[in-house]
């Protein structure tokens, strides 16, 4: 069984800065892409940062030069440093992975529970 556990949200000022850490555990065979994903009530979620298992990364117009999001394949966990936060920003933050497990050795994506968090104005 394979879970993703994020942890790092929380309540912070506009401009202040927040971390977000997600671990991967379980039967993990193999690992790829990771990802942040975020979701405003109402609204669909969107895809925040993602990074490839060689470290290639992307991200939304809306967090470029102020998200970065980097990864530790050794400890199978996906980080997003989130600075000059944005009262915009304020949402659920669902970890994303594309694991495969010793069940079947087969890629599926998983995703986290999700952390909140609040960017206060």
């Known amino acids: 069984q394979v879970q993703l556990v994020e942890s790092g949200g929380g309540l912070v000022q506009a401009g202040g800065s927040l971390g977000l850490s997600c671990a991967a555990s379980?039967?993990?065979?193999?690992?790829?892409?990771m990802a942040w994903y975020r979701q405003i009530p109402g609204k669909q979620r969107e895809l925040v940062a993602a990074?490839?298992?060689?470290?290639?990364?992307n991200y939304t117009d809306s967090v470029k030069e102020r998200f970065t999001i980097s990864r530790d394949n050794a400890k199978k966990t996906v980080y997003l440093q989130m600075n000059n936060l944005k009262s915009e920003d304020t949402a659920v933050y669902y970890c994303?992975?594309?694991?495969?497990?010793?069940?079947?050795?087969?890629?599926?994506?998983?995703w986290g529970k999700g952390t909140l968090v609040t960017v206060s104005s």
């Open positions: 994303a992975a594309e694991i495969a497990s010793y069940d079947d050795y087969t890629y599926k994506h998983y």
């Open positions: 379980g039967s993990i065979f193999s690992m790829n892409d």
């Open positions: 990074i490839t298992y060689g470290g290639t990364t």
